[in-house]
């Protein structure tokens, strides 16, 4: 038995997404179908997938990664800014995800991108530039 290609899955979800009322129903069901399948370890770049889909059609998820949740004035400055660097983007969807390990300052992620301003993120380049990463 072969397996359904990811492409076909990531556009089989896009269109569920855009005709479902419920978004919650929609993953359980994906989450069910990718277990069926065994294929679990494939939902992160199926995800990249559906979000590279989305984007072509004018709607970009961005995933804004902090130390500590972020308030709604914070997002929607980060929200705009996107905008601003993605004028083809019709629509922005943001969500936030509080990764403590970040210590400070915000991650913004893409399907493709990514801009690191956390303070992880400087110190790794730092230890990086500094050390040639050995430490």
């Known amino acids: 038995m072969s397996k359904t290609p990811r492409a076909d899955i990531a556009h089989a979800i896009v269109q569920q997404l855009s005709q479902a009322a419920d ?14 399948e065994g294929r679990e370890a494939d939902l992160e770049s199926i995800m990249r997938d559906v979000m590279r889909i989305q ?7 961005v995933d804004v990664q902090s130390a500590r949740e972020l308030d709604d004035t914070l997002l929607a400055e980060i929200a705009e800014l996107v905008r601003q660097e ?24 893409t399907a493709d991108e990514q801009l690191d301003l956390s303070v992880r993120g400087k110190l790794d380049t730092f230890k990086r530039l500094t050390h040639g990463g050995n430490i």
């Open 86 to 109: 993605f004028p083809a983007a019709t629509r922005v969807v943001t969500s936030e995800t509080v990764l403590p390990e970040l210590v400070g300052g915000v991650r913004v992620v």
């Open 55 to 61: 984007r072509e059609h004018g709607t970009l998820e």
């Open 23 to 36: 978004a919650s129903q929609v993953a359980q069901e994906i989450a069910a179908f990718l277990i069926s």
